[in-house]
Nanobody, 114 residues
Framework: QVQLQESGPGLVKPSQTLSVTCTVS??????????WSWIRQPPGKELEWVGH???????RHSPSLKSRTSISMDTSKNQFSLQLRSVTPEDTAVYYC??????WGQGTQVTVSS
């Protein structure tokens, strides 16, 4: 069974870059065909798909966030990461990573505040 664990900074200042990482165990992120996703939930709002990376490294991003997001993978560490640039308080959320079979991490809270 795949297990996912997010890690993040906790607090980011406005205009800076938010970086969160998902460490995967119990399966390889390069296994074909798998997709690894980032999803977030702002306080009081619904879950929002941010983007995903496929086992071959290709990515797709939410159109509303595409200009600010990068998703990458580190195969040596079996991790994939999200970077969100130029953050505002509206980017405050719990950030989740999700595996290809419905496995979720527990989420990491990221607050954008000065």
């Amino acid at each position: 069974q795949v297990q996912l664990q997010e890690s993040g900074p906790g607090l980011v200042k406005p205009s800076q870059t938010l970086s969160v990482t998902c460490t995967v165990s119990g399966g390889s992120i390069t296994t074909s065909p798998t997709t690894w996703s980032w999803i977030r939930q702002p306080p009081g709002k619904e879950l929002e798909w941010v983007g995903h990376i496929v086992y071959d490294g290709s990515t797709r991003h939410s159109p509303s966030l595409k200009s600010r997001t990068s998703i990458s993978m580190d195969t040596s560490k079996n991790q994939f990461s999200l970077q969100l640039r130029s953050v505002t308080p509206e980017d405050t959320a719990v950030y989740y990573c999700k595996g290809p079979h419905g496995d979720w991490g527990q989420g990491t809270q990221v607050t954008v505040s000065s």
